[in-house]
């Protein structure tokens, strides 16, 4: 099958196997492993694309489900899609609202054909079912859609796993069906099956078989311990063909990230950074740092004295700090491209160990660092 997207493997750590590798798509080229920040509504909270471009920041995630209700799909593709509509011109990944769908709304029934459930704003009933969400991404115009897929709570019971499963796969060939651009847009497959090998394993076939440009790992970072969540990867990722990018889903701090690319994860996304940012609350070299807490008042230094971003060079956490107490707009936008920029940073300090075949020395080095001072190490 003819692809927008396709995925270079440029080399794999002789530590620990991670992958160095560059994803091509119709709105340039990213390296990975990556971050991409997650902009809901068709923006990164708080962050404008110049400031996104100024961290080199390649592909962002926007979500399916909030553009559907707000504005609407139509809009969007009047505008000439979601790149023109927010004015980004890199790559854009779409989810397929399956998670919304199951996170947001208790009200949901599903069936063969799809998900009938209640809109989260205002309690109206919806359907979503793979065509639709194909309908959406299609006008949206994201370089990378998601199939429709269910994402069964943790715990699942195997039999209840095992029948989501085999629902996913049939949902998956039909979301390949209803695709009606795919010249121009990617559509990946996503690996379900709880903690289950066994399932992985069907559903990481069943996907394969239908040669998707890329897969992810959905159904993890769901409130599983952080050792199933390496488990799972470690047997999930070798059933995935290593020509294709591996996503996984939902995944956005520190260790996670680290652990999903020596994994062989390639993408990752989250809100975490964020919206933590927003509740006055910073990733730094030497762990968490509640910037908002009393004792950073009189604390003119930056946020991390390790950190190169324009905002550790220009700002204290004293006035980081007092912004954020007097909830002003330009305390968040701080503390948000800081998180962000840290994020993004460390995605690169991992792909220079990969070249350099020393990610396992590096995870080792950064953790000694970031462990010091931790606030609340399991909270992040
Ligand atoms: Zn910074």
Redesign the pocket.
């Known amino acids: 099958m003819m692809t927008p997207i396709t995925y270079e493997l440029i080399k794999t750590d002789k530590q620990t196997g991670a992958r160095l590798g560059r994803v091509h798509t119709p709105h340039g080229s990213f390296d990975t492993p990556t971050f991409m920040p997650v902009g809901t509504l068709a923006t990164v909270k708080t962050m404008s694309p110049e400031e996104l471009h100024s961290m080199q920041a390649n592909i962002i995630l926007s979500n399916t489900y909030h553009l559907w209700l707000r504005p609407g799909e139509d809009i969007i593709e009047e505008a000439g899609g979601l790149h023109k509509f927010m004015n980004w011109d890199k790559a854009i990944l779409t989810d397929s609202g399956g998670f919304q769908v199951f996170s947001l709304s208790d009200m949901r029934q599903i069936e063969e054909k799809g998900v009938h459930f209640r809109n989260h704003l205002n309690g109206e009933k919806l359907f979503l079912s793979p065509e639709k969400a194909m309908h959406i991404q299609n006008a949206l115009g994201s370089d990378i859609m998601m199939a429709f897929d269910e994402c069964p709570p943790y715990p699942a019971t195997y039999d209840y796993m095992k029948s989501s499963v085999e629902r996913t796969s049939r949902w998956a060939e039909r979301c390949l069906e209803a695709h009606k651009r795919p010249d121009t847009q990617g559509l990946f497959g996503i690996v379900q099956g709880g903690e289950y090998e066994e399932l992985r394993k069907l559903s990481a076939q069943d996907l394969v078989s239908l040669d998707f440009p890329g897969y992810a790992i959905g159904g993890l970072s769901v409130g599983e311990p952080k050792d199933v969540m390496n488990h799972v990867l470690e047997f999930t990722t070798p059933l995935l063909p290593s020509n294709k990018p591996r996503y996984l889903m939902g995944v956005g701090s520190p260790d996670a990230l680290i652990d999903g690319a020596i994994r062989g994860v390639d993408m990752f996304d989250c809100v975490l950074p964020t919206r933590i940012a927003r509740n006055g609350t910073c990733m730094t070299s030497n762990g968490r740092l509640v910037v908002r807490n009393a004792k950073y008042a009189r604390d003119f230094s930056p946020?991390?004295e390790h950190?190169d971003?324009h905002?550790?060079k220009n700002y204290t956490r004293a006035y980081i700090r007092h912004l954020i107490k007097c909830n002003e707009t330009f305390g968040f936008r701080l503390t948000t491209y800081?998180n962000l920029?840290?994020l993004l940073k460390l995605m690169e300090q991992v792909r220079t160990a990969i070249k350099d075949d020393r990610l396992g020395d590096f995870k080792e080095e950064f953790f000694e660092q970031y462990g010091l001072n931790q606030e609340n190490p399991k909270n992040f």
């Open positions: 946020i991390d950190c971003c905002v550790c800081h920029h840290f």
